[in-house]
């Protein structure tokens, strides 16, 4: 059974800061790319940032420049760091990962049960 949790989500100001956490558990043999995705009431699950194994990043352009993704591979965890927040960033934050279990030849892609960040304005 592979997981993957998700942590450090809250209630900030507007220009505040929060750190995510997304940890993968089970037995894995690897993890390709991750990423994190936010879905606001209403609105589609959308792309916020990932990274690939190598450290390749890639940003949605809304949050270019407030938004640090990062990961320890030792650890099978990911971050994103969000700087700047603004009310638009309200949304529940999930991560994704595409991992490979001890025994399967193929990745298939997991997603956390999601963390609500909340900024007030």
């Known amino acids: 059974q592979v997981q993957l949790v998700e942590s450090g989500g809250g209630l900030v100001q507007a220009g505040g800061s929060l750190r995510l956490s997304c940890a993968a558990s089970g037995i894995i043999f690897s993890i390709g790319t991750m990423g994190w995705y936010r879905q606001a009431p209403g609105k589609q699950r959308d792309l916020v940032a990932t990274?690939?194994?190598?450290?390749?990043?890639n940003y949605a352009d809304s949050v270019k420049g407030r938004f640090t993704i990062s990961r320890d591979n030792a650890k099978n965890t990911m971050y994103l760091q969000m700087n700047s927040l603004k009310s638009e960033d309200t949304a529940l934050y999930y991560c994704n990962a595409a991992i490979v279990r001890l025994g399967t030849p193929t990745p298939l892609y997991y997603w956390g049960q999601g963390t609500q960040v909340t900024v007030s304005s």
């Open positions: 990274i690939a194994t190598g450290g390749t990043t």
